[in-house]
């Protein structure tokens, strides 16, 4: 059944996807081959264009996904999907699973759009545009010769958490602000789930990061070593290692707001 | 498991302050065609989606099909709302793929020949119909499930007197015998030849249940008459 149903996922949102891939690939090469012309100003606009697609696909491909999720699962199309006869749960993880390959993909065309970027705007920062390749060797070689086997281990997963956590809290927001109490708000129900959530997490987050583990260079390799933030915050001093604490609390954030978008699919639906 | 095919004890749904069911007893039992009566705001299409499984924050029990409400009672109830529930960009022949992929009991064949019977296209797409149209592609999918309760709410309101033939025909055309088919209208006078028992609807309660044929004799009225009658002792 979750084939079945990430399947018709595909086929419904394939359409919209292929619209803000496709506007936000259009802007990045537009832009970039404007950029390339190296005018006064026309190259400036280039810049802002082509930026604006690769930066921009990942966040509206986000929200496209958000605004599906909450008009198929309760909305007018909801009428169907909520009489499926399988548990809730298991829709909301057959359109996480499909959110989570597209964002993938999305993170994927943004390096690519953020390439066609660099070599549009090659000449305005002195560089030829086929630097961008040595550039990335050599920004390769430079990470290969300090990253320990852990941390390739761990990034590709931590990396996919930070790619799909805004995925989950637009899902969150979504469910829990068609909840009965948010019923009659309509889109505001879960716009102000949102936003309380953003307040929430950002909190959350900033205390999780004064958590005493920072990533640094120790021995000529990354390691993780102890920091005090909260001292250096409090003294104004810059510290010398990224401070690593918010990763768990995303971890714990994520597992959260899963758990309780399963609760509403589960128990909590009420269509208007 | 009780024997009927609708089993609703002391349901209650409310909306704020209001309350769309209050503490509602209905038992309706297969083999019958049952008319949910009432004016607009009565409580049917909330009673409708409480039986469908659409609205979880209800107090009361409620067994369908034999099943309490959940995944195994969706499997055996087909619902057909009042509002257009699928993609404006699908093709009729998608839709019927999409019911044929979820629900166990959908019958392609019945659906291709109502589709037929509606004179419609498969290549059609639901965003270039009309109301009727649409209303028609979503009955032949409802009405195409080996269901054992169908629920349809309001299905011919807002289509044309003459459109309105076509879709009871169409509704009743592959009806099992041993099913349950409620269906919930304000438009008595186009329904009452095809019922079998009729439920009244009035604040959130019932007022009036039976058999179409005992009301008939009882009252010595039609459905349609007897439907006003009893609108106007309420409202007084």
Known sequence: MVGKLIKHEAIRTRGMLATVFGAATLLAVMGALLAATQWPVVAQFGLVVSVLGAVGVVPATQLALAFDYWQTGYRRIGYFTQ?????????????????????????????????????????????????????????????????????????????????????????????????????????????????????????????????????????????????????????????????????????VAAAVLVWRTVVSWNGKVSLV | ???????????????????????????????????????????????????????????????????????????????????????????????????????ADFDRARAEDLIGFFGLERSMRLGQMSKGMREKVQIALAMSRKARVYLLDEPISGVDPAARDVIVQGILRNLREDSLLLISTHLVHDLEPVLDGVVMMRHGKVLLTGQVDDLRARHNKSIDQLFKEVYSWSAN
């Open chain 1, 83 to 251: 009489t499926l006869p399988v548990k809730g749960s298991t829709i909301y993880w057959a359109k996480l699973a499909w959110g989570t390959l597209v964002v993938v993909a999305s993170v994927a065309l943004a390096l690519l759009l953020g390439a066609i970027t660099f070599m549009g705007n090659a000449g305005s920062l002195g560089h030829a545009p086929l630097d961008l390749f040595s550039m990335v060797g050599q920004w390769w070689t430079d990470m290969a010769a300090v990253m320990p086997w852990w941390g390739w281990m761990a990034a590709p997963p931590a990396l996919l958490l930070l790619a799909t956590f805004n995925l989950l809290q637009y899902y969150f927001a979504a469910s829990v602000g068609s909840e009965k109490r948010f019923g009659s708000l309509g889109l505001g129900g879960p716009v102000l789930v949102w936003f309380v959530l953003y307040v929430v997490l950002q909190i959350v987050l900033i205390g999780f990061m004064l958590i005493p583990i920072g990533l640094g260079v120790e021995g000529g390799a990354l390691a993780l070593v102890s920091e005090n933030y909260l001292a250096m915050v409090l003294d104004g001093a810059d510290p010398a290692t990224v401070p690593i604490g918010f990763l768990p609390g995303f971890l």
């Open chain 2, 1 to 103: 498991m009780t024997g009927n095919a609708i089993e609703v004890r002391g349901l209650t749904k409310t909306y704020g302050s209001l309350s769309a069911l209050d503490a509602l007893d209905l038992s309706l039992p297969y083999g019958q065609v049952v008319g949910l009566l009432g004016e607009n705001g009565c409580g049917k299409t909330t009673l409708l989606k409480v039986l469908a499984g659409l609205l979880q924050d209800h107090e009361g029990s409620v067994e369908i099909a034999g099943a309490p409400l959940g995944p195994e009672s969706k499997a055996r109830v087909s619902f057909l709302p009042d509002v257009s529930f699928l993609p404006d960009g699908a093709r009729v022949a998608y839709c019927l793929d999409l019911y044929g992929d979820f629900f």
